[in-house]
């Protein structure tokens, strides 16, 4: 069989390859990817809140900075020890400035240290050369570890400021998650969510503590070398500084490919990443389907233009660097050359040329360093603008200044002409009128797609209604502070969602302050003590990932439990018993009945059994209650529920 590509697999089974998918996801921003790319929309902007959180660290930044000049002029002045010392062994003086300058402090610290030295060296005379040559690597050495120890507090104050700094962006993320709406969810999924919170976050950090310190450090090492250089020999700083453009254009043609391959690599790595995680969480449904053998093609030829890319981004980023580093030696030898003529023809010293020729070296190094960074640099921007972009999105309205605690609430829910859609052009509910009196049961019924769910979201205010309203008793939702509210409406979804942590815990999470025995009894409630019981540690058995090592149903005995310890006089059971089967069902349902005893309840059940004994039953259609009444009076009405009941239809 010939090789099929990418897009051979993608034409054949469309939406199945499920590379199709991930090749839409924006380069690097799939989960685990590490989100590089994009240029920063508005740097300025985005750099001035971030200053906003290194500030704490001013003090910090300055002594950072302050080591940082110390640790370069230590580097530079260290060098030019070499002049002195090359010139002195071969005779001669050093005639520039800071080499006269070096000669002198040698020369003055030798003549402190002279008795010592002399005792040691024993001939006075013959020794004079030695004498000179100790004491300049004595220097050489106290001024070098000075600089080695300018790096260290450096860098580890540095970390400090970016660690702080992550740390704080962190958990300013955190809390506006927390504070975001339902609605927020909708339209950002989860792994963009995540990835704001690791690779952005990353990013940022490593752009505090790497990217800045070698910009800043770079540039300082430039000015400091070109000084230097100018100080040493003018003719010779034009003749490097003459080549260093030729060269460093090659090398910023080269970061760029290598920036372009780069971003091809973090496409390709999200696009890995996101087809492992899928395949990985959907295991069984791959298994039931037999597309093991699809899957092994689609992910090989994903990793294959991984691969590719990853070679090229790695061969440009890597490997051409140190070819340019071959290339910059020809420069390095024409300054050597010229050197040589200038020794010939002037005083110039072949100690100077010897310090000089390091620091041309020295001197294209953070050029071509200074673009690599730059990448990061704005990567980190781009990342952080993302975070920023969370950090305003709206947040769920406060609440009003004069809203009203819901102590004692007894659940007495009206619902007058509400019309809502999620969208404003897009009406889901269409005059919604309903009552339910405390501790009455309202069913809605109606197929997938109706507004069943929308209803009981309106009513705790996951969205809020702007047409119509919403009251209990007699006092509009939005006029209650919304934790109230929350804390007297219990949900049992159809989804369950359990933390790690033990059985108890997990129960314990419907009311804090609840006591082991309450625990109990809201598991005794609902059903769960005995199959809790049963479990190996009983009560302190762990609930690991969202709860795998229990069955749909026993999560689903946990949620009730949940809502069963919650004191809420208002209940919203949502095909919490659908996932279950029937056996299951029942056993859930004798929970179940005692947990809606005095409670105001509204039940979304997929199967009519369920809802049969209910006050009263809406059927909905379309977003509008198309009939209404007791089971008996809608099998009288002969209408849809009569229909839905007897089988007539079916719900879709
Ligand atoms: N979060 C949402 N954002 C936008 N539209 C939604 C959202 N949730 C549900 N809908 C839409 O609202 C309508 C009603 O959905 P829902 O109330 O969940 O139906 P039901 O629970 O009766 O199956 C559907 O057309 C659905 O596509
Ligand atoms: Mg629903």
């Given at each position: 069989?010939?090789?099929?590509?990418?897009?051979?697999l993608?034409r054949?089974?469309?939406?199945?390859?499920?590379?199709?998918?991930?090749?839409?996801?924006?380069?690097?921003?799939g989960?685990?990817?590490?989100?590089?790319?994009?240029?920063?929309?508005?740097?300025?902007?985005?750099?001035?809140r971030?200053?906003?959180?290194?500030?704490?660290?001013?003090?910090h930044l300055?002594l950072?900075?302050?080591?940082?000049?110390?640790?370069t002029?230590?580097?530079?002045?260290?060098?030019?020890?070499?002049?002195?010392?090359?010139?002195?062994?071969?005779?001669?003086?050093?005639?520039?400035?800071?080499?006269?300058?070096?000669?002198?402090?040698?020369?003055?610290?030798?003549?402190?240290?002279?008795?010592?030295?002399?005792?040691?060296l024993?001939?006075?005379?013959?020794?004079?050369?030695?004498?000179?040559?100790?004491t300049?690597?004595?220097?050489?050495?106290?001024?070098?570890?000075?600089g080695?120890?300018?790096?260290?507090?450096?860098?580890r104050?540095?970390?400090?400021?970016?660690q702080?700094?992550?740390?704080?962006?962190?958990?300013d993320l955190?809390?506006?998650?927390?504070?975001?709406?339902?609605?927020?969810?909708?339209?950002?999924?989860?792994?963009?969510?995540?990835?704001?919170?690791?690779?952005?976050?990353?990013?940022?950090?490593t752009?505090?503590?790497n990217?800045?310190?070698?910009?800043?450090?770079?540039?300082?090492?430039?000015?400091?070398t070109?000084?230097?250089?100018?100080?040493?020999?003018w003719?010779?700083?034009?003749?490097?500084?003459?080549?260093?453009?030729?060269?460093?254009?090659?090398?910023m043609?080269?970061?760029?490919?290598?920036?372009?391959?780069?971003?091809?690599?973090q496409?390709?790595?999200?696009?890995?990443?996101g087809?492992?995680?899928?395949?990985?969480t959907?295991?069984?449904?791959?298994?039931t389907?037999?597309?093991?053998?699809?899957?092994?093609?689609?992910f090989?030829?994903?990793?294959?233009?991984l691969?590719?890319?990853q070679?090229?981004?790695?061969?440009?980023?890597?490997?051409?660097?140190?070819?340019?580093?071959?290339?910059?030696?020809?420069?390095?030898?024409?300054?050597?050359g010229?050197?040589?003529?200038?020794?010939?023809?002037?005083?110039?010293?072949?100690?100077?040329?010897t310090?000089?020729?390091?620091?041309?070296?020295?001197f294209?190094?953070?050029?071509?360093?200074?673009?690599?960074?730059?990448?990061?640099?704005?990567s980190?921007l781009?990342?952080?603008?993302?975070?920023?972009?969370?950090?305003d999105?709206?947040?769920?309205?406060?609440?009003r200044?004069d809203?009203?605690?819901a102590?004692?609430?007894?659940?007495?829910?009206?619902?007058?002409?509400?019309?809502f859609g999620?969208d404003?052009?897009?009406?889901?509910?269409?005059?919604?009128?309903?009552?339910a009196?405390?501790?009455q049961?309202?069913?809605?019924?109606?197929?997938t797609?109706?507004?069943k769910?929308?209803?009981?979201?309106?009513?705790?205010?996951?969205y809020?209604?702007?047409?119509?309203?919403?009251?209990?008793?007699?006092?509009?939702?939005?006029?209650?502070?919304?934790?109230d509210?929350?804390?007297?409406?219990?949900?049992?979804?159809?989804d369950?969602?359990?933390?790690?942590?033990?059985?108890?815990?997990?129960?314990?999470?419907?009311r804090?302050?609840?006591?082991?025995?309450?625990?109990?009894?809201?598991?005794?409630?609902?059903?769960?003590?005995s199959?809790?019981?049963?479990l190996?540690?009983?009560?302190?058995?762990?609930?690991e990932?969202?709860?795998?090592?229990?069955?749909?149903?026993?999560?689903?005995?946990?949620?009730?439990?949940?809502?069963?310890?919650?004191?809420?006089?208002?209940?919203?059971?949502?095909?919490?018993t659908?996932?279950?089967?029937?056996?299951?069902?029942?056993h859930?349902?004798?929970?179940?009945?005692?947990?809606?005893q005095?409670?105001?309840?509204f039940?979304?059940?997929?199967?009519?059994?369920?809802?049969?004994?209910?006050?009263?039953?809406?059927?909905?259609?379309?977003?509008?209650?198309?009939?209404?009444?007791?089971?008996?009076?809608?099998?009288?009405?002969?209408?849809?529920?009569?229909?839905?009941?007897?089988?007539?239809?079916?719900?879709?």
């Amino acid at each position: 069989m010939a090789k099929r590509t990418l897009q051979d697999l993608q034409r054949q089974y469309g939406g199945v390859a499920s590379s199709q998918k991930i090749k839409m996801r924006p380069g690097g921003r799939g989960p685990g990817a590490a989100g590089i790319g994009g240029k920063p929309k508005n740097a300025r902007h985005t750099i001035q809140r971030l200053l906003q959180y290194v500030k704490p660290y001013r003090g910090h930044l300055v002594l950072v900075l302050l080591f940082m000049l110390l640790s370069t002029v230590t580097s530079l002045v260290g060098g030019y020890m070499m002049a002195p010392i090359i010139d002195r062994l071969a005779g001669r003086r050093t005639e520039t400035l800071v080499g006269r300058w070096a000669d002198g402090v040698i020369s003055a610290c030798r003549d402190a240290f002279a008795p010592t030295l002399y005792s040691w060296l024993g001939h006075q005379t013959a020794a004079d050369v030695l004498a000179y040559l100790l004491t300049a690597i004595g220097i050489m050495l106290v001024v070098y570890l000075v600089g080695v120890a300018a790096t260290y507090l450096q860098s580890r104050l540095m970390l400090s400021v970016s660690q702080g700094t992550i740390e704080s962006i962190r958990n300013d993320l955190f809390d506006k998650v927390q504070a975001l709406p339902v609605r927020f969810f909708d339209r950002n999924p989860t792994g963009e969510v995540m990835s704001r919170f690791t690779n952005d976050v990353d990013n940022i950090g490593t752009m505090l503590d790497n990217s800045m310190v070698s910009l800043i450090s770079g540039s300082v090492t430039l000015i400091g070398t070109f000084i230097f250089m100018v100080t040493t020999n003018w003719v010779l700083t034009l003749v490097t500084v003459f080549f260093i453009p030729i060269f460093s254009m090659g090398g910023m043609a080269i970061a760029k490919r290598s920036r372009k391959y780069y971003k091809g690599q973090q496409a390709a790595l999200g696009a890995v990443n996101g087809y492992i995680e899928e395949t990985v969480t959907g295991q069984k449904v791959i298994k039931t389907f037999n597309h093991e053998a699809l899957c092994e093609e689609e992910f090989g030829l994903l990793n294959d233009d991984l691969r590719g890319k990853q070679f090229k981004a790695n061969f440009y980023g890597g490997i051409m660097g140190p070819i340019m580093g071959n290339t910059s030696q020809i420069s390095y030898a024409i300054t050597v050359g010229v050197g040589g003529i200038l020794m010939a023809t002037t005083g110039f010293t072949p100690g100077a040329l010897t310090v000089f020729a390091g620091y041309s070296r020295q001197f294209s190094m953070p050029i071509n360093n200074l673009s690599q960074q730059m990448t990061v640099v704005f990567s980190a921007l781009a990342g952080a603008e993302r975070v920023f972009a969370v950090m305003d999105a709206e947040p769920e309205a406060p609440d009003r200044p004069d809203a009203r605690p819901a102590d004692g609430m007894r659940g007495y829910v009206k619902m007058q002409d509400v019309t809502f859609g999620y969208d404003p052009d897009k009406t889901v509910l269409h005059h919604i009128d309903l009552y339910a009196k405390p501790g009455q049961k309202i069913a809605f019924v109606g197929s997938t797609g109706a507004g069943k769910t929308t209803i009981t979201n309106l009513l705790n205010r996951f969205y809020d209604v702007e047409q119509g309203a919403i009251t209990v008793d007699d006092v509009n939702i939005q006029d209650y502070r919304r934790d109230d509210l929350r804390r007297n409406i219990a949900m049992v979804l159809q989804d369950t969602h359990l933390f790690t942590g033990t059985v108890r815990e997990n129960i314990r999470y419907g009311r804090l302050d609840a006591t082991d025995e309450e625990v109990e009894a809201a598991a005794k409630t609902a059903s769960a003590h005995s199959f809790i019981m049963r479990l190996e540690h009983g009560y302190d058995t762990v609930i690991e990932g969202d709860g795998t090592n229990l069955s749909q149903g026993q999560r689903q005995l946990l949620n009730i439990a949940r809502a069963a310890l919650s004191k809420a006089p208002i209940l919203v059971l949502d095909e919490a018993t659908s996932s279950v089967d029937t056996r299951t069902e029942r056993h859930i349902e004798h929970g179940l009945d005692r947990l809606m005893q005095g409670r105001t309840t509204f039940v979304i059940a997929h199967r009519l059994s369920t809802v049969r004994n209910a006050n009263a039953i809406m059927v909905l259609e379309h977003g509008e209650i198309i009939e209404r009444g007791d089971h008996d009076d809608l099998l009288a009405q002969k209408g849809r529920y009569w229909q839905l009941y007897t089988g007539a239809a079916e719900l879709d």
